[in-house]
C-alpha cells in the first residue's frame, strides 16, 4: 500500500460518522441555564411628568429671558437686570427638574431623593417664572409626588429550563430471513426461531 493510499486509509478512520457524532451529542451533559434576574420596577410616569414640566419651566425662562433682554435694552439695563436673573433661574430649574427626572429612572433606588429634588424645585419655580406658565409647577409636582411614592417590588428572578439532550441513535438492526424479526447486528443465530443469520 502506498503512502497516499495509507494516509486516505487513516484520514477515513478519524473521520466521524453521523451516528458516531450523534451518540457523543446524547452523551453531553447539559448545564442548566442560570436563573436571570428580573427588570426592575421604574417610576417612570414621575420621570415623563418631571422631564415636560421641566420643558415648561425651561420655555417660561427663555420666553423672561426675551422680555428682561427687550427691557434692559429699553431701560439701557437698569430694570432688566431683575428679570433676568430670575430668567437664569428658571432656565436652571428647568435643567434640574429634567436631570432629576431621568435620575429618578435611571437609578430607581434612590427615587425618594430625586423626587423630592423635583417637588422642591417645582415649588420654587412658582417664584420665577410663575411656575412655568403653571403648567410645569403642576406637572413637576405630580412629577415629584409620583417619584416619592414611587414602591419598588422584588425583582423576581426568570428560570429558563434546560434543553432537552437529544435521544441517542437507536443501535442499528438485521432481519432474520426466517422469522423476519428484528436481531442484533452481532448475532450469528436468530433468538426468536434459531435460524442462522447471514454474515
Excluded: W
Aim: proline share 9%; charged share 10%; hydrophobic share 50%.
Amino acid at each position: 500500500m502506498t503512502d497516499a493510499a495509507s494516509r486516505k486509509s487513516i484520514d477515513r478512520s478519524r473521520r466521524m460518522n453521523v451516528p458516531t457524532f450523534l451518540a457523543r451529542m446524547g452523551q453531553v451533559a447539559y448545564v442548566p441555564t442560570p436563573m436571570v434576574p428580573a427588570e426592575p420596577d421604574r417610576p417612570t410616569a414621575g420621570m415623563v411628568l418631571s422631564i415636560i414640566g421641566g420643558v415648561f419651566v425651561l420655555i417660561a425662562g427663555l420666553f423672561e429671558l426675551a422680555i428682561g433682554s427687550f427691557v434692559a435694552g429699553i431701560t439701557l439695563g437698569f430694570a432688566g437686570g431683575g428679570i433676568l436673573l430670575l430668567a437664569g433661574l428658571s432656565l436652571l430649574f428647568g435643567i434640574l427638574m429634567i436631570i432629576f427626572g431621568v435620575m429618578m429612572y435611571h437609578t430607581p433606588q434612590n427615587h425618594s431623593v430625586y423626587g423630592a429634588l423635583v417637588l422642591v424645585i417645582s415649588i420654587v419655580s412658582l417664584f420665577t417664572s410663575l411656575g412655568g406658565f403653571f403648567i410645569g409647577f403642576l406637572l413637576g409636582l405630580i412629577g415629584g409626588i409620583l417619584g416619592l411614592a414611587f414602591k419598588q417590588r422584588t425583582p423576581q428572578a426568570m428560570f429558563f429550563p434546560p434543553a432537552p439532550a437529544p435521544t441517542p441513535p437507536a443501535a442499528p438492526q438485521r432481519v432474520c430471513l426466517k422469522c423476519g424479526r428484528m436481531v442484533d447486528p452481532g448475532l450469528k443465530y436468530c433468538p426468536h426461531c434459531g435460524g442462522a443469520l447471514p454474515a
